[in-house]
């Protein structure tokens, strides 16, 4: 029986607690008596027949929907599009939820006769997969099946031929989705849910659709009346996603199709991540100090090449398919068994010691901007209620913030950061002035057609992802980040943690209560 | 905790406890426990390079015992119960690494080298019937009388090669498994697995049975261990609920002679012969309440016929005049007189007297 979550109260007996530090960790020992520790929910039981559970889900869908085989016919236009390579984190090791749910949907499309089946992979403004990545969500049977002919496309955000404008919701937001999926009898959505902010309408309305549909839920505004982008029910994203997924319903009959994972993420070499510090074993802490010590001989790109080739045992704790909003909160049901840690209060200094990886760098560089997307914009969401740290409070981040970036991943990237950071850090200020431009750059457009670029849009993204919690917390302090990088952030850099909670204190007076989130593996804050 | 969301800056706390300057700087507040690499949060434990941080190492190793964290063991919070500690000892041991290949392999070599030459030498077996179970394929379960610590070691020396190196011993949680090395010999040494025998249960049960399912065969007493008297007591259910859920036969085997080269309580061990009489399989085609009585039976009637010729044990076996394996029921001293004389009156014993069973 897996333990939840639990918050523990540091005080003199308790051991340094491992704090992330982008590729690699530290122990830190917390202030007693006034900081506590949130550690997560231990990883859930898998289903025991996985495969079995989506062929169940498929013949036996929530909401309106008939079984899967009775959407089914042959000459129909059959498409099923599947979430990118942003999730799961780290990617997961093979099969993927992907490739076993959409074999089972082809198992069954294939028993009806339907010829016509086209898989798009619903990657929104985010950069192409590579043939090995593909491979590695759909599985290689899929894949060669289904490549060579052209039947396995990526979602264009920027194909002129390849949308459609299908109309505006009652409140102007512009609904324009890919063409194929527009004119499908039928659209399967194959989603992998690690967060609760991922799935339901927002798979549709943010991966198919282009950039003049996602700008109306993807902006300062949404995002600063996002509280949080964890809980639907009050988020502003979420609710111009669901307005706009609705009105994509009207006009195409979409099966939702939606797991959940158990938060295992790292294997048994390092178990030890996963494991409250006060039950290392002898061999937690001799993994711990030689992954420490071999980390220190590498160079940083074979430190990163290292942890990006590390792949989680994530396994599938459910599947629930059939129409999507009651699909939704199925999965949302099961995600919270997984996650929710109940804390009470908040506190003025709030510790996230940020991981290698976040969904916009998988096989890639964590710039900058990324730093700050995961800090401010993801760890800063993962609550329900209230935010761990008050209203003025100071957010203290842990990673290296290189000033590097990924020439091919995040081209508008650099110039976001060396251009308009340069000028400004206000996202309101940011998105009048400059996103427009980035938006609607040819050369970016051109290397997020052809090339693996991310959309020119999409660093803009990332500085608004954090805008709520620009808007809450007083100050952010990175420890033992670029300091150059860190400055031209807007944030202030500390080269200890004892020296981020002395600036801290500045802030929020002396002796200041602090929470550190350990996270991951992935946990959801219940804030009373 | 929580925090007033309105407070800014500085606010006086009342709580003198939080006032504490040691507080500011975490790795002051234990001194006790200082530890080089958490003094300075800034720099990863073992950060720094060469001499220096070799240096730093070896001043951790010699002079800081206990030894901190992350080299020696954490603290345990005081605020976290602990959890109960479960034995890894009795029922609980875990054996699985005794059934690994390159232990097997290990365990081959000793039996061959070791096991065999010892037990030839000591009990001098002779070794009837294995030929009753040559046409049976996968696991068995083979269900002995038990007089002897050497009646396991016995069995398995002279098991057919089929059988000698996959077979599972099934020994008393409580006496075999009671410390590590006694548990780590009997493991290695006869490949037993831990039976609880005091009390019915599931987890050592479930443990045995899914052992058949893995392709195990086993070695059971049925007795539930060594006769205390020198006759047999009365069969437990185990064997037989084994091969009742798993569907595999039990072979019954009947070991005469190592009660009088080691009996129970003897510190001493006699060099004499032994015989291991192998029956024919029973199935598992009766409840297994009747199924016990039959092992029993079965048990009885090899006894009958490595004492006297298989055809009049079968005979006898027909007319239910078997001799029974659990002695007169009488006073102790009675039970005690029909066994003959003990080991240690050997030399008072004519040559070629039979203890047990009587003659009829």
Known sequence: MPRPGFVLEVDRSTPPALIWHGEGFRLERLPAERSRIVYAPEPLAPLPDPDAAIRTALLNPLGDRPPLPQLLWPGMRLTIAFDDLSLPLPPMRRPDNRQRVIEAVLDLAAEAGVDDVVLIAALGLHRRMTEAELRHAIGDRVYDAFAPSGKLIQHDAEDPQGLVMLGQTDLGEDVEVNRRVAESDLLVYVNINLVAMDGGHKSTSTGLMSYKSVRHHHNVRTLQHSRSLMDRPHSELHSSAWRIGRLLNQHVKVFQIETTLNNDAFGSQLAFLQKREWEWGLRDRASFLAASRGLELLSPRARRSLFQSVLAPHQMTSVQAGEVEMVHEATIANLHRQQVVDVEGQSDVVIFGLPHIGPYNVGSIMNPLLVMCLGLGYFFNMYIGKPLVRPGGVVILSHPTPWAFHPVHHPSYIDFFEEVLASTTDPAEIEKTYEERFATDDWYRHLYRTSYAYHGVHPFYMWYWGAHALEHASSTVIVGGNRRAVRRMGFRPASSLADALEMAEDQVGRDPTITYFRCPPLMLARVE | ?360
């Open chain 2, 1 to 360: 905790m929580s925090s007033n969301n309105t407070r800014t800056a500085n606010p006086a706390r009342s709580n003198p406890a939080r006032s504490n300057p040691a507080r500011s700087n975490p790795a002051r507040s234990n001194p006790a426990r200082s530890n080089p690499a958490l003094s300075n949060p800034a720099r990863p434990l073992g950060a720094g390079r060469g001499w220096a941080s070799a240096l730093r190492t070896v001043r951790r190793l010699s002079l800081g015992f206990p030894l901190p964290f992350p080299t020696g063991a954490p603290n345990w919070p005081t605020s976290v119960p602990r959890p109960p500690k479960r034995s890894a000892l009795g029922v609980d041991y875990e054996t699985a690494w005794a059934r690994r290949y390159p232990v097997r392999l290990a365990r081959a070599a000793y039996t061959e080298l070791v096991t065999r030459p010892v037990m030839a030498a000591v009990a001098q077996p002779s070794v009837v019937g294995t030929d009753r179970f040559e046409a049976v394929h996968g696991p068995v379960i083979f269900a002995a009388n038990h007089a002897s610590h050497l009646d396991a070691p016995l069995v398995l020396s002279v098991l057919p090669d089929r059988w000698r190196n996959k077979t599972v011993t099934l020994g008393a949680a409580d006496y075999f498994f009671t410390s590590h090395l006694r548990a780590l010999y009997f493991s290695f040494t006869t490949n037993a697995v831990p039976i609880e025998r005091v009390r019915v249960s599931r987890r050592s049960a479930q443990q045995a049975a899914s052992l058949i399912d893995q392709g195990w065969s086993l070695l059971i007493f049925p007795e539930g261990g060594r006769s205390p008297d020198g006759w047999a007591r009365e069969h437990r259910g185990g064997a037989a609920w084994l091969a009742a859920r798993s569907g595999r036969p039990v072979i019954p085997v009947y070991i005469k002679g190592t009660g009088r080269l080691l009996p129970r309580g003897s510190k001493r061990l006699y060099l004499g012969k032994t015989t291991v009489t192998f029956g024919t399989p029973i199935p598992p085609d009766v409840p297994a309440r009747h199924l016990v009585a039959r092992i029993e039976a079965a048990i009885a009637a090899l006894a009958d016929e490595a004492s006297t010729d298989w055809w009049s044990a079968r005979l006898r076996a027909a007319r239910g005049e078997t001799p029974s394996l659990m002695g007169p029921q009488a006073s102790e001293w009675r039970r005690a007189w029909a066994l003959g004389p003990s080991p240690k009156d050997r030399a008072r014993r004519p040559p070629g007297e039979r203890r047990w069973p009587p003659r009829p």
